[in-house]
């Protein structure tokens, strides 16, 4: 047999021939641990006797509630039904079927949308979207804002990435990133090609966020040449929980003027307060316009989303960013950049305007509306605050109160024994700690080093999300599997040495 | 008054300090002239006495069909209303409302959408979905097609860019893309800091396209230092109307596979064709697969919409990308970049797999749905027909056979008084030329120089989609304003000569 000269080919694009850049971006919510998950979920779901000792994986991995069994919110889902469908109007039924102020909605929402939802739309999405989002604001914020400062988006992630694609020029422009962070930043930076410039939140006091660390950070990301443009914060914190204060806001802002920074303020957990009286969602376009003699100019854009909150529609695809003080002509860029993808979906156009406005007191679906709504927000807080508690009080490791989000993000503390065993095997320590959880337990979480973490230190983030029915058994779980985890690796004494400084840390932060 | 500290604030973001690429991609489709076109539309709404001699703008710039009133098919939105509210399959009245299959359609994809369509499904689509393109393409090709290989995406556009964004590395690699094009192409790879390696398509005989020309382009790109690695074919053509032989599309791929080429064969108006007898569809996944042996290891994605056909959900954004002989690291990271964006939008998704399964033919909603798509398809070939005429019927302006796709790209000979002028004000003369006829008869078109064309050629892109009540208005609308523009600019012995020139072009060519 002689080889054939079609043998000879060798592909355009492997590993080693596409743009670097791809391969520098990681994305660890949905990375190996999660790829994991799936191969052994699809074990199971193949009906052949599983080796597996439990009968489905929990996903604690992303922030999906409906994936996790939560019901989408009925008064969004019947006027997209007949947005979808308008014929459904027109049936004798209807009436039966659907509240008056769910048809007029729906009769709105068509008469506003030229074409329906099957055209595109203009770029920068629907205009009475983008009015009621601005009305929405300018309520919120106690100061009027323009329907022309908006976008529509499909989910926040798309329009994080459009300001990085346009504030990024070099390998040598910086973006302050906090530490750890939502993963979104680093692999869209790395694909960006610019730097991230990495600020650490203070862990002991409840991942608190200083001005001093952001300033360390960017004179150090100076002196290797990296010229930093913009500043990223995340509140309500993603994968940290915490909420900032009104001070710390303004604290921020003062900072990124000084330093000719944009703000980038992703705000898509802002309906996400568990501690609403010590702890309430305050804006930065607030604190901006409150301070705006002191702030004149300084650019910010803020970022919301319908997966989060309590509707989590994720799947939907649908957000916006919202623009104070940046330039005219970039925000024509903008609008160009948006049309070379024409326009986010119009199911996710409607569901924003309809998170924006919601049914009001006097209308029938309101009732529905607020209970539904009501129940998941107190569900969430109460799971929220069992989470946190349970693995606070687990022995070697730690959480902070979860004020916001929809996550834990405790430290493992992670006995010397365990920690060479991974590196052994190449892998990061915490990845290992969740491989393990999933082959163990069947619990689905990811490692803190996919957030990126003060380094050695261990961590992992578990959303909230599991419905109350299934809490426990994902608490007993996560337990068991440290205990054992512990008793395997760990001394006595190396517990209560880790005990020990626990303790101590907390007395000193708590006395604070 | 001293002036204050803030007003000496410069923003971060201007035109002259934000990303380069990002000033320079362009994108025709959605600029000036359509712009142009809104305000005029926006100051006739706004209800004064119109100074436009005209009661409302036609948008035939963009294959936008719901925006021109073509009406969605019943049996998709059917199916859609019942999957984002499931609660309706449970409504006594639902059998009234809605034909068993649409029901037993919406349960089954309910069933097969872990979480609903309000969760995020995983980063490549939702796996029954997949699945059902790897079936349809399979029994189009007469080749199995693994459901792998499939990625879903938000329309075609994101999928492209998704695989330019792999392959482009450097500023020196290109891209070998058709003269005319989408505009799409020109400005993601300016985007991405690629290079557009343009190849003529030779408008006298009807854009046919060779592989010398081809050749020619890629080598003289060589020259300058540019490495070209891809190749991107539309078939049908946009904006030309043209479509493929099968010997066509063999030639391309024995090209690409000589020059070490990846093939993106962007196939969204497969079910555009007009002339099915002469010139049906053929696959560029199909004549690879017939010609494994010669073409073995050649890499092919080829890209589909939802958007197009007879169907026009161009608001929805689904679409997918197929590929054959990609490498199977480089997929991975495909999985990765797609991660980045968490996934397409479900309802998207669920309309991409009603695109590839529509009714069975024993089914009740078959009969439906053969009639709309069928009068839809009917009408647009007989639209089609009429512009096509009629464009090349005017003087000093002809047309080539729209035999696929939704436009007419005719070539339109503007007069030198006409090209000065024009040249005075700084303005592209065809962009000068669709500019008057959107003022004086509100008719919106795009120019050729959005698309690239031969220079010294003028052009603009039509589309067939208004409704056929309208065709005769848009008809004698442009030949009025055609006339004038001649009446105006020319000289009758000017007329004569291009119109003989234009008549020997023909014969010439009639004959071959």
Redo the contacts between chains.
Sequence with gaps: MCA?K??E???????E????L??E???A???RIPSRA?EIQSEIDSGEKSKWPFEKVIYCN?G??????QE?L?FY??V???V??P??LK?P?VG??FPVDVRERAQYIIDHT??????????QGLEFVRKDVADFIGKRDGFPCSARSIFLT??A??GI?TIM?????KPTDGCLVPTPQYP?YS??LA?YGGRRVPYFLDEKTGWSLSVAEMKRSLDSAKEFGIET??IVVINPGNPTGACLTEQNILDILRFA?RE???VMADEVYQKNIYRKEEKPFISFRQVLLKNE???????LVSFNSI?KGFM??????GGYFQME???E??QQ?LV??A??????????QVIVDLMVKPPAESEPSYELYQKESGDILRSLANRARRLSEMLDNLPCCSCQTIESSLYAFPQIFLPPKFIEEAQQKGIDPDEYYCLSLIEKQGLCIVPGSGFEQEKGTHHARITILPPENQFDAIISKFALHHEQMLKEYATPEWIDTIEKEKKRVKEEFTKK
């Design positions: 054939t079609a043998e080919y060798k592909p355009v694009l492997t590993k021939t596409i743009n670097p791809v391969l971006a990681k994305y919510v949905r990375g799936d992303i999906n509630p409906q994936q996790l069994e989408p009925t889902r019947q997209c039904a007949l979808v469908y014929k459904l049936d039924h039966e079927i030229p074409g329906g939802i099957g055209a595109y739309s203009k770029s499909q989910g992630s798309p990435q694609n346009v504030f990024i020029r979104l692999g869209s694909l443009r913009a003027r000719h920074l944009i003699a002191e702030l004149k100019g300084l650019e997966s989590g529609e994720c799947g939907i695809r003080n940046v330039d002509e970039v860029e160009k950049l049309s070379l993808s024409l326009c986010p979906n119009l199911m996710g």
